[in-house]
């Protein structure tokens, strides 16, 4: 139970499966129709139907020969005009001829985003860091609480930073905020000279009228489409701070490992198709064995935000209670993901995965080489891995224990029951392809865990109800007079409580 493509390996044989249960769910995804919603996406049709969208991040790593139409239009070229301007943009800030207002070079990139807008570019600067220019520092700024932007801008010079303000909507009110601070901070130290702004502002989005509102001189935007999903941009434009740090060329071959998965997921047989395997193995579990988490355990360092970036890629997607018919499911969806880089976790929460009364489905991600050689380290990380992955599947008998001397009364504390499943997705290293290949499997495997619970894994109305109500509270918060409030019982305790504090502060 291997499957192979463009050089990744997944061994899924760890797995409560049998080849019985593997033909029984490949007819479960062909019987929910995932070839043909495949070849929707690929085309271009408006399958994110809640929100009349075509879904089309495979076109943000077409080549530029391929067609892909959108309403009668091939948005190929588009996507590769945008790249060239990124690369142009991209040199001039790496080789220092684009200057800040005074006339230094820039040397720090600040990139004000959140959710889709900031969890890729963190994640993809933490994992190829190895390829970064040094010269260059680079800083990620998402949560509205100022604590954030503070620490992030403490040590930099005005002069030399550059804010990256992106977002697809651009009326986003944590990064609007934070990016009416950065104007601020930027502007009070360059003597208020508005014309500053257009050296050291630059904006990622969808909405040119905001962009120009904001102050942002519309040629120094970079678009994107509504048809690219916040948590499938990191490709797009709002990956610019990952192509400023590791140069165009890197970001054009780390497409290039995205579209190698995407052309194996759209033509693969199901029974070879990593993305399909992973998908219908996170149905399998969640949906037959009550599991309620899937763990991601990287055994690489420059991975460590990958975790907390696939968390809005599959629990955002799949999160979903309503058919796309808008029907009650009477199904567990997505599992909730989590997780940190090996071996840190050993010394951890694993003592739950091996011995637990949860069922945990682990997957595990490891490399053949380290990009830091040193010494005996990467045998003994690789050793980590694999034996993790044995023990949970093999465990450790009562008579084993038994016969290692443990005396009977803590026998049963030393014994593993094994059978706990486990996926293991080997690459050789962690190239900036490798890293396109990884992300674009996962991005698969919700579509396809989404096209058999019969979601649209497209939208995020799960997140509108709470950002009403604080454009509601924000007033409250702030009036100088006591407010009239028409909450629960609960929220007005609360509310009155803050301004108590705030007064009293
Ligand atoms: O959290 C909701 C959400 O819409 C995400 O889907 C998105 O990635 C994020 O907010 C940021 O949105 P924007 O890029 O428009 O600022």
């Not at 720090?108 to 600067?125: E, H, K, Q, R, W």
């Not at 040629?219 to 489409?225: E, H, I, R, S, T």
Request: proline share 4%; charged share 20%.
């Amino acid at each position: 139970m291997t499957a192979e493509a463009a050089g990744v390996l997944l061994d899924y044989s760890k797995n409560r499966i049998t080849n019985e249960t593997l033909s029984l769910l490949i007819q479960l995804a062909e019987g929910s129709g995932l070839r043909s919603r495949i070849d929707a996406m690929f085309r271009g049709e408006k399958i994110n139907v809640t929100e009349k969208r075509a879904v089309l991040h495979v076109a943000l790593r077409a080549p530029k020969d391929a067609s892909i139409v959108v309403d009668g239009e091939n948005v190929v070229p588009q996507v590769h005009a945008v790249l060239e301007k990124m690369a142009g943009f991209s040199k001039s800030i790496r080789t220092g001829e684009w200057k800040g207002h005074t006339g230094k070079r820039i040397r720090n990139i600040v990139n004000i985003g959140i959710g889709g807008s900031d969890l890729g570019p963190v994640m993809a600067y933490e994992a190829l860091r190895h390829y970064r220019d040094r010269s260059l520092a680079f800083r990620f700024v998402s949560n509205v609480d100022s604590t954030d932007f503070a620490e992030a801008v403490r040590d930099l010079d005005p002069a030399e930073t550059l804010f990256i303000v992106s977002s697809k909507t651009f009326t986003t009110l944590e990064t609007m905020t934070n990016a009416h601070s950065a104007r601020a901070w930027s502007l009070e130290a360059l003597g208020g000279d508005e014309s500053s702004i257009a050296k050291h502002f630059v904006a990622v989005s969808t909405n040119a009228s905001e962009v120009a509102k904001f102050g942002i001189d519309t040629a120094n935007m970079f678009g994107f489409w509504d048809w690219v999903g916040g948590r499938y941009s990191m490709d797009s434009a709002i990956g610019l701070s990952t192509m400023i740090a590791i140069g165009p060329e890197n970001f054009r071959t780390m497409l290039d490992g995205f579209h190698q998965i995407d052309e194996h997921f759209r033509t693969a047989p199901f029974e070879r198709n990593i993305p399909v395997l992973m998908g219908l193995l996170a149905v399998w579990y969640t949906d037959f064995f009550g599991a309620e988490t899937v763990a991601v355990l990287p055994y690489e360092q420059y991975l460590k935000r990958f975790p907390a970036y696939l968390q809005q890629l599959t629990m955002e997607s799949n999160g979903k209670h309503v058919t796309l018919d808008g029907a009650e499911i009477a199904y567990p969806t997505s599992p909730i993901y989590w997780g940190e880089p090996g071996t840190n976790g050993q010394h951890s929460f694993y003592q739950l995965i091996h011995q637990g009364t949860r069922l945990i489905p682990c997957d595990f991600i490891a490399f053949g080489t380290s990009l830091n050689p040193l010494g005996r380290h990467h045998d003994i990380l690789m050793a980590n891995v694999f034996a993790q992955s044995e023990a949970l599947a093999f465990g450790k008998t009562s008579d084993q224990v038994k016969a290692e001397g443990t005396p009977e009364w803590l026998a049963p504390q030393r014994v593993f029951e094994g059978n706990r499943p486990s996926n293991t997705i080997l690459a050789d290293r962690l190239t900036p392809e490798v890293l396109g290949k990884l992300i674009a499997l996962y991005e698969h495997s919700v579509f396809t865990q989404g096209v058999i619970w019969q979601i649209n894994s497209f939208d995020q109305w799960g997140v509108e109800l709470g950002k009403v109500l604080a454009q509601r509270i924000i007033p409250e918060l702030e009036t100088a007079a006591e407010p009239e409030l028409g909450h629960d019982s609960s929220t007005n305790a609360l509310i009155s409580r803050y301004r108590h504090l705030k007064e009293s502060a």
